[in-house]
């Protein structure tokens, strides 16, 4: 099991406006934020928050550095424990009616993500956000965007 407490940050409801919300969003190009993820718990929270929105067609855009880690449980278990555990997630959800989405902020996220795309530099996520979420509402669910 996990060792480390969870903290869950909201940056943007899906009732708020996004103007609303744009200060909070670049709490995310912060430098060693997050530097601890355990990503699976993180991911399987947002789904089941999505799920109860009741918009028919529900779209998860993960940022992610594609590291899930804690060091108190990867010493206990080892570090594929969180890695296990996120893969689990991420097939459960992708057997749900959510579209899942992941960026990954210098590393490649695609060993865990079918639909991936990997930045380079932190202030490319917004281009790439907005360029894939447009081919992303626009396109059948099974098409890749990588």
Excluded: C
């Excluded at 880690?69 to 555990?85: I, K, P, V």
Aim: hydrophobic share 40%.
């Amino acid at each position: 099991a996990r060792l480390n407490a969870l903290r869950h940050i909201v940056y943007k409801t899906a009732e708020q406006p996004w103007r609303r919300a744009r200060p909070r969003l670049g709490l995310l190009l912060r430098e060693g934020f997050g530097y601890e993820n355990i990503d699976g718990e993180a991911l399987d929270w947002a789904a089941r928050r999505l799920m109860r929105q009741p918009q028919p067609r529900k779209v998860l855009v993960v940022l992610s550095d594609g590291s899930p880690y804690d060091e108190a449980t990867a010493s206990a278990h080892g570090r594929e424990f969180l890695e296990n555990h996120l893969r689990a997630v991420i097939a459960g959800i992708e057997a749900s009616p959510i579209q899942l989405v992941a960026i990954g902020t210098g590393q490649d996220v695609g060993r865990f993500y079918r639909q991936a795309v990997t930045v380079r530099r932190p202030e490319a996520v917004a281009e790439v956000l907005f360029d894939r979420l447009g081919d992303l509402l626009t396109r059948p669910d099974s098409e890749d965007i990588r």
